[in-house]
């Protein structure tokens, strides 16, 4: 049994939870055990700049006692910066190292800590092909490795809903991209009555124009996340075209494509490479794009059922927990 002590950014961090915590059991049969240690406080300062000091303290403080139980394993696994944007205690933390990236957080602070961290570790994981991309230039020893979805937990469900439904989850952080396709979801939705926009998340967004009236808002919970997902007739990922954006690792996608849901999405990024795998979406990048792609999937029940099923045998076949955990395995061996 290899024993691996896991450094993460908290209960709630997505990172933490796909990428760590949900393939424990997966990784459990593979002779593998992971011990997280999750920091107690956000690992992100607060927007206070007076605070931000005793943050930084208290994260500091919380993390210690962690690093010196974390000794007690064989391998070391990180999760970007303790200490956001910033090489703290890692230096401390029992070697071998592997850090696992599955954000452009080169981006911060010109990648001074992400460079940092590559080199203080033997082993580097990138959730995509840019990232890793990026990462090779600090550590030559790669392995990308997608973020898992569990497909016994996220599976597909025919609802019966009186209205179709245009989903999309995601946190707050991310509605500028909803605001972007905003025009052309008012749109679909002025001409025709059996249509809603289902937003699930942390909070309701504002459009400030017509589309607002066609929000159904639900808010976010670990306990109705599969359910909701299940409900959508199309799930949506816009995207802008950038660095950040590129360093996605494509997983809403992957949740709605795990539900039997058919995608409509920005060709960026993963999610070119994800829709190369099979016809489970369409990518729409301009305003009547988007209108055709999605009234396509609202119109055509078999076109929606077809890419579902695809999209659920894409990620049956390369992005299950069981899978992935294979492949974090192979990782974790190869630098004992």
Same mark, same amino acid.
């Given at each position: ?156 469900? $025919? /609802?019966? %809903? @009186?209205?179709?439904?245009? *989903? ?6 991310? &509605? #500028? ?124 029940? $078999? /076109?929606? %059922? @077809?890419?579902?099923?695809? *999209? ?6 390369? &992005? #299950? ?16």
């Amino acid at each position: 049994m290899i024993k691996v002590a896991a450094y993460t950014g908290g209960l709630d961090v997505p990172s933490a939870r796909y990428r760590v915590r949900q393939l424990i059991p997966a990784l459990q049969r593979n002779h593998i055990q992971i011990k997280e240690y999750r920091s107690p406080i956000s690992v992100y300062p607060p927007k206070q700049k007076l605070l931000r000091p005793f943050w930084g303290a208290g994260v500091l403080l919380s993390r210690s006692a962690s690093v010196v139980a974390g000794y007690q394993a064989d391998v070391t696994l990180l999760q970007r910066e303790m200490l956001s944007t910033l090489v703290s205690l890692e230096p401390f933390t029992k070697s071998p190292r592997v850090l696992d990236v599955d954000d452009a957080i080169f981006l911060f602070r010109e990648g001074r800590a992400a460079k940092k961290l590559a080199e203080l570790s033997e082993h580097v994981i990138c959730g995509n092909e840019f990232l890793a991309e990026k990462f090779n230039q600090w550590n030559k020893q790669m392995s990308i490795v997608p973020t898992a979805v569990d497909t016994t937990k996220y599976v597909p469900k $025919k /609802l019966v %809903t @009186e209205k179709k439904i245009i *989903g999309w989850m995601g946190t707050s952080g991310n &509605f #500028s991209y909803l605001y972007k396709i905003a025009p052309a979801l008012e749109k679909i939705l002025t001409s025709r009555s059996d249509g809603v926009f289902r937003i699930v998340s942390d909070q309701r967004p504002e459009f400030n124009s017509k589309l607002d009236q066609f929000v159904d808002y639900i808010k976010w919970t670990p306990a109705n996340e599969v359910e909701q997902l299940q409900s959508m007739t199309v799930g949506l990922m816009p995207l802008e075209d950038g660095e950040w954006e590129r360093g996605k690792c494509s997983f809403k996608m992957l949740q709605y494509m795990a539900c039997g849901v058919p995608t409509v999405v920005s060709p960026v990024g993963m999610n070119r490479q994800v829709l190369a795998l099979g016809d489970s979406g369409f990518f729409a990048n301009t305003e009547t794009e988007w209108v055709d792609r999605i009234s396509d999937f609202l119109d055509n029940e $078999k /076109l929606r %059922t @077809e890419f579902g099923s695809k *999209g659920r045998e894409v990620v049956e076949q390369h &992005f #299950s927990h069981e899978i992935i955990a294979t492949k974090l395995t192979d990782v974790l061996k190869k630098v004992i």
